[in-house]
């Protein structure tokens, strides 16, 4: 079966870097897009960035992120070790959250939950002011 393993969580000051590692087995990893969710105690989980690889003929890599990390966080993949990244950048306190990641269903870029069909099981984020 699908299987996603998250690493790289951890505490950071307000204005610090982290990043994210996702490691998938199970799948034909370039076939689908994989994104990154986070959620926060009583809140819904919500997107927050998304690649996917269509082949170098079909334009390569394409990427789409929330507006609230456009510029701070860069998601990227390599396919031949099926494992997706989340770069963090100055981050913020309200980037505090658990951090899923994602496999979707197709390679579209789509930013819905009910998109992805597999799930890790988190890693923690936490940004202190």
């Known amino acids: 079966q699908v299987q996603l393993v998250e690493s790289g969580g951890g505490s950071e000051q307000a204005g610090g870097s982290l990043r994210l590692s996702c490691a998938a087995s199970g799948l034909t990893f370039s076939s689908h897009a994989m994104g990154w969710f986070r959620q926060v105690p009583g809140k819904e989980r919500e997107f927050v960035a998304v690649?996917?690889?269509?082949?170098?003929?079909?334009?390569?890599?394409?990427?789409r992120y929330a507006d609230s990390v456009k510029g701070r966080f860069t998601i990227d993949r390599d396919n031949a070790k099926n494992t997706v990244y989340l770069q963090m950048n100055l981050l913020k306190p309200e980037d505090t959250g658990l951090y899923y990641c994602?496999?979707?269903?197709?390679?579209?870029?789509?930013?819905?939950?009910?998109?992805?069909?597999?799930w890790g099981q988190g890693t923690q984020v936490t940004v202190s002011s």
């Open positions: 994602a496999a979707a269903k197709t390679r579209d870029l789509n930013v819905a939950v009910e998109d992805y069909d597999a």
């Open positions: 690649i996917s690889w269509r082949g170098l003929f079909w334009g390569g890599l394409s990427t």
